[in-house]
């Protein structure tokens, strides 16, 4: 599956954004998929996963409250709403996919990233 992540940008802390991750073919509801995001000088690191139909979801234990992942495979789409924006969220963010059902097979498909930056 291929993957497009949009939707980064410049924004002011407490602000909003929404990134969506849009996947190619029509096998979209068949795969698990997870953001990620990578900050300057640090390792890429997990922030959200969801599963094949939306029913079960994943936070990084900091983001819980803030960030919301949702999928609509009908649009072959994937979402995250992040709220409530801090400096420390600034980081290019990845969408990832993998199989359904291979919780512990690796994120095998990745888009490209989009940058986000939080301004104080």
């Known amino acids: 599956v291929q993957l497009q992540a949009s939707g980064g940008g410049l924004v002011q802390v407490g602000e909003s954004l929404r990134l969506s991750c849009a996947a190619s073919g029509r096998t979209f509801d068949r795969y698990d998929m997870a953001w990620f995001r990578q900050a300057p000088g640090e390792e890429r690191k997990f922030v959200a996963a969801i599963d094949w139909n939306g029913a079960h979801t994943y936070y990084r234990d900091s983001l819980k409250g803030r960030f919301t992942i949702s999928r609509d495979n009908a649009e072959n789409t994937m979402y995250l709403q992040m709220n409530s924006l801090i400096p420390e969220d600034t980081a290019v963010y990845y969408c990832?996919?993998?199989?359904?059902?291979?919780?512990?097979?690796?994120?095998?498909?990745w888009g490209q990233g989009t940058q986000v930056t939080v301004s104080s």
């Open positions: 990832a996919a993998r199989p359904r059902y291979a919780d512990y097979d690796p994120w095998g498909s």
